[in-house]
C-alpha cells in the first residue's frame, strides 16, 4: 500500500506543478506585461482561469496530508526547517486568492481595484518564487540533520537552510516556469489579437527558463552540490536532458499552428518526467542535508496507517477525478480549437 500512498504524493506534486503553475503564472504575466497589456491577461483570467483556479489547491492539501499523516518525520523537518519560507508562501497564497475574489466581484470600480491588482500580481510572484526557495532548498545540501541540530543557531537551522544561491536561483527559475506554463495554456485558448500576445510572451519566459535553468547548473558546479553530482553520475540523466529538450520542438510547432491541446500536454509530459526520473534516482533520499541524506522513508508511519490511508486515497479518486475532468470541460478547458483568427 506504501507504493499506491507514494504515487498519489507524486501526482499531487505533478498536477500542482501543472495547474497550479499555470494559476499562479498568469498573475506574473499580469506583473510583467506593459499598463496597456495587463488587461488582457486579467481577463484571460477571470474566462480561462477563473472558474477553476480554487480547484488546483486540492493538490497542494493532498501533498501536505499525505506528508503529514505517512511521513511524519521527513514533513517535521520540512516544516521546521523551512517554516519562513513557508509561511511566506501561504502569506502569499491568502493574499492572492484574496485579491482575485475582491478585484473580480467587488462592485465598486475605483482605486481599490488597483491595490486588488497590485496584491494578486505581487502575491503570485511571491508564492512562486517560495515554493522555488522550498524545493531547491530541499535538495541544496543545506538542510540540517535532526540528529546534528544541537549547537546549531537560529540561523544555521532556519535561515542558511533555504537563504543560498542555489534556492534563490530555484526560485527564479519557478517564476519563469510557471510564467511559460501560463503562457502555453493561454496560448492554446485565445485568438487574434491576445495569441499572438500570449505567444510572445512564451517565446521571451521561455528563455528565461533556459538561462535561469543553466545558471543553476553553473552555481551547483562552483558549489560542488550533490545534487549535480548524483545526476552526472547517472546515464539516465543525460537521456532525460536529452528527450526533455527535443520536446520544445513538438511544443513550438504546435503553438505556431494554433493547436489548443498538444503544447500544455507535451509540457505536462516534460514536468512527469523530470519529476519521475528524478524520484528514480534520488528514492528514497529526497532531502540533501549536510553530508548526509534523508529518507522519506525514516521513521514513516505504520503499515496500518499506510491501509487506511492507501484505500481512503483510491476511493477519493474515484469521486474527485472524474469531478475535476466534468469542471474542465464544463469551462471548455478541455475542447480544441481550430480557429486562431
Request: net charge positive; proline share 3%; aromatic share 18%.
Amino acid at each position: 500500500m506504501i507504493e499506491i500512498v507514494l504515487a498519489f504524493l507524486f501526482l499531487s506534486v505533478l498536477f500542482y506543478l501543472v495547474f497550479a503553475g499555470a494559476d499562479f503564472g498568469v498573475g506574473i504575466l499580469e506583473l510583467f506585461s506593459r499598463m496597456k497589456n495587463k488587461r488582457i491577461t486579467k481577463l484571460a483570467a477571470y474566462r480561462i482561469i477563473g472558474p477553476v483556479w480554487e480547484a488546483n489547491h486540492i493538490w497542494l492539501i493532498l501533498c501536505i496530508v499525505i506528508l503529514w499523516i505517512a511521513f511524519p518525520y521527513y514533513y517535521n523537518i520540512i516544516v521546521t526547517q523551512l517554516h519562513i519560507p513557508i509561511t511566506l508562501l501561504l502569506v502569499g497564497i491568502i493574499g492572492r486568492g484574496t485579491a482575485f475574489v475582491f478585484r473580480h466581484y467587488d462592485a465598486y470600480r475605483g482605486q481599490s481595484q488597483w491595490w486588488y491588482d497590485v496584491v494578486f500580481q505581487l502575491s503570485s510572484l511571491v508564492s512562486v518564487f517560495f515554493v522555488g526557495v522550498c524545493a531547491g532548498a530541499l535538495v541544496s545540501g543545506e538542510m540540517i540533520h535532526p540528529n546534528d541540530v544541537a549547537g546549531k543557531t537560529f540561523l544555521d537551522l532556519y535561515v542558511y537552510t533555504w537563504l543560498n544561491p542555489f534556492a534563490i536561483l530555484m526560485g527564479y527559475f519557478m517564476i519563469a516556469l510557471t510564467a511559460f506554463i501560463a503562457a502555453v495554456f493561454l496560448s492554446g485558448d485565445t485568438v487574434g489579437q491576445e495569441y499572438r500576445f500570449y505567444l510572445a510572451k512564451a517565446r521571451r519566459t521561455n528563455i528565461y527558463l533556459l538561462v535561469f535553468g543553466g545558471l543553476i547548473f553553473i552555481e551547483s558546479y562552483i558549489a560542488q552540490r550533490q545534487i549535480l553530482q548524483l545526476l552526472l553520475d547517472n546515464p539516465l540523466f543525460f537521456i532525460l536532458f536529452v528527450v526533455v529538450g527535443l520536446l520544445f520542438i513538438p511544443i513550438w510547432r504546435s503553438l505556431l499552428k494554433g493547436n489548443k491541446m498538444l503544447p500544455g500536454f507535451v509540457m505536462a509530459l516534460q514536468l512527469f518526467l523530470i519529476l519521475f526520473v528524478w524520484s528514480l534516482l534520488a528514492f528514497p533520499n529526497l532531502i540533501f542535508v549536510k553530508n548526509a541524506t534523508v529518507s522519506i522513508l525514516d521513521n514513516a508511519s505504520p503499515d496500518s496507517v499506510f491501509n487506511v490511508l492507501g484505500f481512503s486515497l483510491l476511493f477519493a479518486a474515484v469521486f474527485v477525478l472524474p469531478g475535476l475532468y466534468h469542471l474542465f470541460r464544463t469551462f471548455g478547458l478541455l475542447k480544441a480549437r481550430k480557429s486562431r483568427g
